[in-house]
């Protein structure tokens, strides 16, 4: 197996806040990872250092065998990070098919009718096919993060990012998002899903990263970390959230 | 004499009506080419003030600045009446056009700035995190959002532009002010300059009327 993102001794810091405190990670091709811990933990600081959303300060990072760092071609290296928001991000003065279309023809040199018969298919996988003509403005919560997912997918990236994409949602509408992230990780997919639906973590993760303080305090299987927690950090921590 | 007479002699008007007509021709000429290149050196002025580096950020904040302050009549005099010392030589309309041109690009590129702040920071990280080029993050993501934030304000300069051709009177461009003055000196009457007044109104009042519709829509999807 591959390692698709390797992350040695990274610190991210924030004038003088320690956001990221020496964060060593190593994802492999295939592995679904569920990072988890509570606010300002650096959970999203993470994984938005990954596709450099946020510039690392020390540390390195190697994504695909590309090192990310400034004067990388970075946009060769987003290309193959899909990334998933908390708020959704759909780009709102174009269609739902031109927002999955898009990043394929202006990145990977499509044209837009295959870009386009691609995005439709996408959309069908997401269940979404009857709403392509629509502008994101009219649909509901859940079927926005439906497309967010689909346009992410469209560019057929090496790993695919989440920052919480069901913390937005209305609660009837978590199960239809998460069903599809569910689907997508049996397809092979890596992913790394920041969240704290637990029940999603413990099914579908093949490892759990719990983060507290801007470091990864303790991480392994979903059954070993829930049923067995060692750190007194994340007994508290999942306490907090489970009788929540 | 009554009052229509003088004010509003109607043999007056229709004998000068055909000179204030080319006058508005040249205003709207003159307006429309100075809200254009406004336009066009408000973008690069705003991109540049947000991205360009250090040295030309500085440059094109200073530019900003400068031509906010300058006094538009002073800078139009300057550039008809001063620049030939230098040997800059150019017509009434391409002087009128640069000064107007130059002073709207300057409050163009103010207006933009906010547009492009005003979109969502979320907007920006989606478009990088897909891998898009900068130049194709802005036109395909961030400019078409800020323009559509921007159109009531820009409006608003486009209409203080089209009121600021009347200076260019004062360069001798026979635009619709300087028509209509001389038009009252031959017929010894002040109809032809309560025409211009009229057909001033005629021109921008359905363009204030529109900024006023453009706010309500604005306020309205804002609640
Ligand atoms: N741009 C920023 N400037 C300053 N501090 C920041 C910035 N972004 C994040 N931080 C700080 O870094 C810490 C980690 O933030 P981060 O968003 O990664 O936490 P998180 O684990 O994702 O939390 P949450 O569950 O609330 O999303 C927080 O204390 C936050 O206040
Ligand atoms: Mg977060």
Known sequence: MAAIIEMKGVIKRFGTFVALDGVDLTVEEGEIVVVIGPSGSGKSTLIRCVNQLEEHSEGSIVVDGHAVARGADLGAIRAEIGMVFQSFNLFPHMSVLRNVALAPVRVRGLSWPEAEARAQRLLARVGLESQAGKYPAQLSGGQQQRVGIARALAMEPKVLLFDEPTSALDPEMVGEVLDVMQELAKTGVTMVVVTHEMGFARKVADRVVFMDAGRIVEQGAPAALFDAPSDSRLRNFLNAVLTH | ?223
């Open chain 2, 1 to 223: 004499m009554s009052v229509f007479d003088t004010f509003l002699n109607w043999k007056v008007f229709v004998q000068t009506l055909p000179l204030l007509l080319s006058g508005l021709s040249i205003t709207i000429s003159l307006g429309l080419a100075a809200i254009l290149l406004g336009f066009a050196g408000g973008m690069a002025l705003a991109l540049l003030r947000l991205y360009a580096p250090a040295p030309v950020r500085l440059i094109a904040i200073a530019y900003i600045d400068v031509f906010r302050a300058i006094p538009l009549l002073v800078l139009l005099v300057v550039v008809y009446y001063a620049l030939p010392f230098v040997g800059l030589r150019f017509t009434p309309f391409t002087s009128a056009t640069l000064a107007l041109s130059m002073v709207s690009a300057a409050y163009s590129a103010e207006i933009l700035r906010a547009g492009i702040e005003g979109v969502p920071k979320g907007q920006f990280e989606a478009a990088r995190a897909l891998g898009l080029s900068p130049l194709r993050r802005m036109t395909d993501v961030i400019l078409p959002q800020a323009i559509k934030l921007v159109i009531p304000p820009m409006t608003s300069n486009a209409i203080n532009v089209l009121k600021d051709t009347a200076l260019a009177s004062v360069v001798a461009m026979p635009d619709l002010l300087k028509q209509a003055t001389q038009a009252q000196a031959l017929a010894a009457n002040p109809t032809p300059l309560i025409s211009a007044a009229l057909i001033y109104l005629i021109l921008l009042l359905p363009l204030v009327r529109l900024v006023g519709i453009f706010e309500r829509r604005m306020a309205a999807r804002g609640r």
